[in-house]
């Protein structure tokens, strides 16, 4: 009877993903997550990577199909971004299809493609470097002790053991089940002396004239309080789904009506357009191959796809709660597409316009062709060896532990609307500051201590995408290019101290950048003729 126990005890301990101790574990098969993961399985590791969602390659496998490397310096983003362009372009070309671009033009045209597309080149490249995934397995908790992290434990009950982890999720759930420190909202604008912290109004007042009983009787508004500029909150960007939309009949799926529609959420909208005919769709439209379109929330709109201030308590929120704010999102959305079709409140051009379109039919079949995930665009932030902030992206752009460059321009979506007497104005939104020569972000070096926690916190975690910034820092790095640099240089980092077996904030500075330089990796600022 001992030995019958001992054996099941083992299959069991087997089962739940005990018994075996990868070199990396990575928790988040975001773009980031997957490029660490072959990063480090290309340097002779053994790799899990752990995801909530059904699938892999995040918000770029879920609708982000406009590149946002179109506003970046293209020719500092080789190795693996690089070959996962070559990729999508590789694809596109055995279907005979030419695509607008090509990869090695370092201009700034769009590089578009279909979300099945990126979402298969993503598992390509991940079968092809012997990288274990684990699909639908949400983090309950990590195992700790001595500054480090052993294992994660899911809700399923499965077990996932490690000797370095990498957090590539976008809301920074492994380093705050790890006890790394970490923040959410936004700092003030005296805590860094950062021009564009804490409570910014760059917009313009928008008209639409409030109902007789006043403003609080119309959703999608946060308030009535106009915060005082520069103060800090725990306010955080509006998040969306990025649309993946067809123009082609053959291939929609209708706008449906949702069942828990209630026309009244979206009375903020007809009043807009009441004192605002002329605006048209109120989402920006990126085409696709296939006649398809990327629709986003507009960070110039001053009412669209994002649910202004209805995310702030998602970074921190249990599984439960999140999800609520989730399907809150994706409510409004489905049923803010189905009212821009059928009301009589939206001006005409907007329905006609809005009636050649529908759901992509050969994308998200499991989710009824919306997309499955959410745009995150920011959630936890840690703080970790080094703190970045608006003088890192702008002026201090130098660093000795560079192992990536950043160049997207600091940019964020609105964080609260406020009503005023005769309509609303949107708080928060920072419009892209770019070079005069070019229509990118000013160049900067990135620092691999902004990846590594405190290693009195964590000696053996790499956070590659909630990286340690400031907000407004933050919101130069928070684009997919700069985590997918960063995630390889994470994986390839994750490698060497799993090698030399050293705490991730011992790794060897030089070692690391040769072995970034020897794939290709670029650290170098690029020269822009006509800028300083």
Not at 116 to 129: G, P, Q, T, Y
Not at 318 to 345: M, N, V
Not at 348 to 367: C, I, N, P, W
Request: with cysteine.
């Amino acid at each position: 009877m001992k030995r019958v126990l001992t054996i099941l005890f083992l299959v069991l301990f087997h089962s739940a993903g005990a018994a075996t101790v990868y070199d990396v574990v990575v928790y988040g098969a975001t773009p980031s997550g997957v490029l660490a993961g072959v990063a480090a399985a290309r340097e002779g590791r053994s790799v899990m990577i752990v995801e909530p969602l059904p699938l892999v390659g995040g918000i770029m496998s879920g609708g982000l199909s406009f590149s946002d490397s179109n506003q970046m310096a293209r020719e500092t983003l080789r190795s693996l971004f690089e070959e996962f362009h070559k990729r999508i372009e590789k694809e596109y070309a055995a279907k005979g299809i030419a695509l607008p671009y090509k990869v090695s033009e370092k201009d700034n045209k769009p590089w578009t493609y279909e979300p099945h597309i990126a979402e298969k080149v993503f598992n390509d490249l991940l079968k092809e470097a012997g990288v274990q995934v684990s699909l639908n397995e949400t983090l309950k908790s990590a195992v700790t002790g001595k500054g480090r992290i052993s294992a994660i434990r899911t809700y399923s009950g499965k077990v996932f053991r490690g000797k370095v982890f990498i957090d590539a999720t976008y809301e920074g759930d492994l380093m705050a089940a790890a006890g790394v420190k970490y923040r959410v909202g936004r700092e003030s604008r005296d805590e860094f002396g950062e021009p564009l912290a804490g409570a910014i109004y760059l917009k313009k007042p928008a008209k639409a004239p409030a109902p007789d009983n006043g403003p609080s009787s119309v959703q999608l508004i946060s308030g009535n309080t106009r915060v005082p500029e520069g103060q800090g909150d725990r306010r955080i960007m509006t998040y969306s789904f990025r649309l993946c939309l067809s123009a082609e009949p053959g291939n929609q799926a209708p706008f449906y009506r949702p069942d828990n529609y209630d026309p009244a959420r979206y009375e903020l909208f007809r009043r807009f357009y009441k004192a605002n005919p002329q605006m048209g769709v109120p989402f920006d439209m990126y085409p696709l191959p296939g006649q398809k379109i990327d629709g986003n929330n507009s960070i110039g709109g001053q009412i669209s796809t994002g649910l202004v201030g209805e995310n702030y308590d998602y970074p921190e929120a249990a599984p439960r709660k999140r999800q609520a704010i989730w399907d809150a999102h994706r409510s409004y959305t489905e049923g803010l597409l189905y009212f821009l079709c059928t009301d009589s409140a939206v001006p005409a051009h907007v329905r006609t316009q809005m009636s050649k379109l529908g759901y992509a039919k050969d994308e998200f079949s499991a989710s009824k062709h919306f997309p499955p995930v959410l745009y995150v665009r920011e959630g936890r932030r840690m703080v970790g060896e080094y703190f970045m902030t608006q003088k890192d992206i702008q002026q201090e752009i130098q660093k000795q532990d560079v192992i990536a460059i950043g160049s997207f321009p600091i940019d964020s979506h609105d964080c609260q609307r406020i009503s005023t007497d005769s309509g609303f104005i949107n708080e928060g939104t920072i419009f892209p500051v770019r070079l005069k020569t070019r229509k990118i972000g000013y160049p900067y070096q990135l620092p691999y201590r902004a990846i590594t926690p405190k290693q009195s916190e964590c000696a053996n975690l790499l956070v590659p995408v909630c990286v340690s910034a400031s907000h407004v820092a933050f919101s130069s790095v928070r684009v997919e290019p700069a985590w997918m640099v960063l995630g390889e240089s994470a994986g390839i980092a994750a490698a060497i101290a799993v090698e030399d077996g050293v705490p991730v904030q011992q790794v060897d500075i030089a070692k690391l950048q040769q072995r970034l330089k020897e794939k290709g990796q670029v650290l170098e600022l690029p020269v822009i003729p006509g800028e300083k």
